[in-house]
């Protein structure tokens, strides 16, 4: 019986002169991967409907075992800026990255889901001076680490709970440990074998994100708070670790990201 989907590309290979393999990260089954026989042919019926991270509504059969088999495709919604700015190109490539290498195979997100579209919404035309897709980028690291359960604590201490004083300026410095899911205090740090040091005005930007993020993935119009541009550099770097040790090993463009 065949199955409809709306479903982000996250990557493709071509099978055949006419074929292609993709794989197709939906909102109702999660990620999947198909086989689109004649998805290569120049006016084959999937039309540009499987270029990467073009939003497209599939209808597909499902084998068990091998590969799904994709049988129409129409165009819901593509990312013009893709085109035109290498930075916005580079986060729609990271973006593909997290949520092919993060989720399993039909384990549904569609949070996740939500917050990749508005993710690619957000980014801006040209690589030009101006507002930079920093908290957009930021606000969907968190809600991809909170979907795959590790959705870090930036109020209370993941060791032993206690909550932290409100960030200002003279604090002590905490740890951010994914280890243990979050900020550790310093009566816990030497318990913590992992950490990355973050700064009290760094932890309330992340705080103030986190409680944004999933509004804003999910409700239109809802915006997220600017991130100040001294701690813009301190946050990157944090979510980079944490995405890194989630994943083991270093996304392919998080150094490019860091500039976002």
Known sequence: MPEQATAIVIRGTDWSETSRICTLFTREFGKMRGLAKGGRRLRSNFEMA????TVSRVVFLRKSGGLDLLIEAQVAER?????????????GYYLAELLDAGTQEYDPHPVLFDAACRLLRELPPRDEPGPRPTSPVTAFELVWLDELGYGPRFENCAACGITLP????????????PEVGGIVCPACRQAVRDGYPLGERA?????????????WATTPGVVLPPL????RGEVRAVLGYAVSVVLGRRPKLQAELLRA
């Not at 100040?228 to 701690?231: E, G, N, T, Y």
């Open 79 to 91: 990312y013009p800026q893709l085109r035109t700015n290498l930075l916005a190109l580079n986060c």
């Open 166 to 177: 409100a960030p200002h300026e003279d604090a002590v410095r905490v740890i951010y440990s």
């Open 228 to 231: 100040a541009p001294d701690v």
């Open 203 to 215: 932890r309330g930007a992340l705080a103030e994100l986190q409680r944004a993020a999933l509004p």
């Open 50 to 53: 499987f270029d990467l991270l």
